[in-house]
T-cell receptor, first 112, second 119 residues
């Protein structure tokens, strides 16, 4: 089976650092994505990890451990505009040629 | 980054009519596009995978005769909701797979979504 787990909600303070964890069990794993989705909008791409380790992009970093089936998204210097849902998605190369299996999303609230 | 467009962004229609939604990759060729549906406060649900020049692959529970998908070119896929009913009201989002420079560089970009309201 395929399953993506991430916390439902998180709260953090402006200027702080927050880590959003994601665990996955997928068949034919071929990479893990993080997307940001503001309410009422489509998701926007943040990162893609296929190899173990940390990928840094400005204030956002993403980490993957394939042996542990684990990833996290790290957000630094939080800003109010970072309040959004963060979606963890595993890529499956089963029968659907690279479709993404999404978690339910983590709703992050950034407070002053 | 790559851009995917969707048209229209909003549709309000009467029950029983058909609605066509277009998804275009603007600066890359997408051999594969995906169609998702998202109900309020729920996760994205994959409806179907659209491959250029071949029939779409539908997820379990999605009626292929109701949700017609045509991937006419490497930059365009269309989703037609036939005989729409109020329960089809949802947020429909497409994504396009950009292969990039190799398997470690590919990603998927989402269109802005189409809100469908069936009265």
């Amino acid at each position: 089976g395929q399953n993506i787990d991430q916390p439902t909600e998180m709260t953090a303070t402006e200027g702080a650092i927050v880590q959003i964890n994601c665990t996955y069990q997928t068949s034919g794993f071929n990479g893990l994505f993080w997307y940001q989705q503001h309410a009422g909008e489509a998701p926007t791409f943040l990162s893609y990890n296929v190899l173990d380790g940390l990928e840094e992009k400005g204030r956002f970093s993403s980490f993957l451990s394939r042996s542990k089936g684990y990833s996290y998204l790290l957000l630094k210097e939080l800003q109010m505009k970072d309040s959004a849902s963060y979606l963890c998605a595993g890529m499956n190369y089963g029968g659907s040629q690279g479709n993404l299996i999404f978690g339910k999303g983590t709703k992050l609230s950034v407070k002053p | 980054g790559a851009v995917v467009s969707q048209h229209p962004s909003w549709v309000i229609c009467k029950s029983g009519t058909s609605v066509k939604i277009e998804c275009r990759s603007l600066d890359f060729q997408a051999t594969t596009m995906f169609w998702y549906r998202q109900f309020p406060k729920q996760s994205l649900m994959l409806m179907a995978t659209s491959n250029e020049g071949s029939k779409a692959t539908y997820e379990q529970g999605v009626e292929k005769d109701k949700f017609l998908i045509n991937h006419a070119s490497l930059t365009l896929s269309t989703l037609t909701v036939t005989s729409a009913h109020p329960e089809d009201s949802s947020f429909y989002i497409c994504s396009a797979r950009d292969p990039g420079g190799g398997w470690y560089q590919e990603t998927q970009y989402f269109g802005p979504g189409t809100r469908l309201l069936v009265l």
